[in-house]
């Protein structure tokens, strides 16, 4: 006999969770944010860097990678569209983690890891969308709350 999988429903109402919710969501928009905003810095740097690695249109990639970080960023830590900016986000950093960051092609051990690193860094980052994009059809504590769902 196979075991009954259930799940419980979400629920926000212990003691500061809506509080913790609202850090971590901080935390996590804010630093996605940032880095958006060092794709503007520097552009041309990081354009070389992206025709290195083969993106096609390089520019453009990285304007439009740092309008994705800053927007999906700032949706996620004030819940504005946040099944949009979660889902965004979540598949810009796998794409990112096998495009940008393929350490398993680098022979070099310190730029290997350097690369394991960012890939690592874009795997976490997009687990932790996958797990805001589950709850993003529900309430958010202390959030704008404008989305379509």
């Known amino acids: ?3 009954e999988i259930t799940t419980l429903p979400l629920q926000i109402d212990t003691p500061f969770a809506g509080e913790l919710f609202l850090l971590g969501r901080l935390l996590f928009g804010a630093t996605l944010a940032f880095m958006g905003l060092n794709h503007f810095m520097d552009v041309d740097t990081m354009a070389g860097y992206a025709e290195f690695k083969g993106l096609p249109a390089p520019r453009f990639s990285v304007i439009a990678s740092g309008l994705l970080l800053v927007l999906g960023g700032l949706g996620i830590a004030t819940g504005v569209y946040p099944v949009v900016a979660a889902g965004g986000l979540a598949v810009f950093l796998l794409v990112s983690a096998v495009t940008m960051h ?3 092609s680098v022979d070099d051990p310190e730029e290997r890891q350097n690369e394991m690193t960012g890939f690592l860094k874009n795997l976490y980052g997009a687990g932790a ?4 994009l589950a709850v993003g ?3 958010w504590p202390y959030a704008l709350g404008v989305g379509f769902f």
């Open 137 to 139: 059809g529900t309430a």
């Open 102 to 104: 393929d350490f398993w």
């Open 1 to 3: 006999m196979i075991a």
């Open 129 to 132: 969308s996958l797990a805001l």
